[in-house]
């Protein structure tokens, strides 16, 4: 996603564009839909660049949309994920820390790419697991039964298999 920085005027740019997939090309498998985790729509972006003087700050929403598995029944669950873009671009000889929880990147000539940086707020996006629903209870560890949709007695009956063999055990 390559921007001219002479694009950017005095009212600023406004970008709205959408992304297939296989766009992310940091998370190849993302892009997979035989994948447990994948991407179940576009990547779309609605950012506003402005520039002052030679630095350009980049805000705005990236959105799109997983499929993953819940960490617990293993049913798949539908997730909107909506990172906010927070950035400035500087050219590279100017050195500022004091930007908060603001990116700070650099960059030369007239020329930027914004596609790794987008990549990266992305990939810091994504959620480690997801549930279905906060009181999912899983699925039975015994006998695999998903313990949202039925009931099993595997509680009842097990034995702690340390002690199985004393079961058949014939005193
Ligand atoms: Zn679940
Ligand atoms: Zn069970």
Redesign the pocket.
Known sequence: MKIKVSDIGEAGLHIKTLRKPEWLINIPELASEVRDTHLSSNINFDLRLTKVLREISVRGNIWFAIETPCARCLNPVDLIISPEVKLILSPEHVTNDDYGDIDYETYNGDEIDLGGYLREFIAISLPIKALCREECKG???????N?NLE?????DD?VDPRFAVLRNLKI
Request: proline share 0%; net charge neutral.
């Open positions: 699925l039975c560890h015994y006998c695999g039964v313990l009931d099993c007695s595997c509680k097990w």
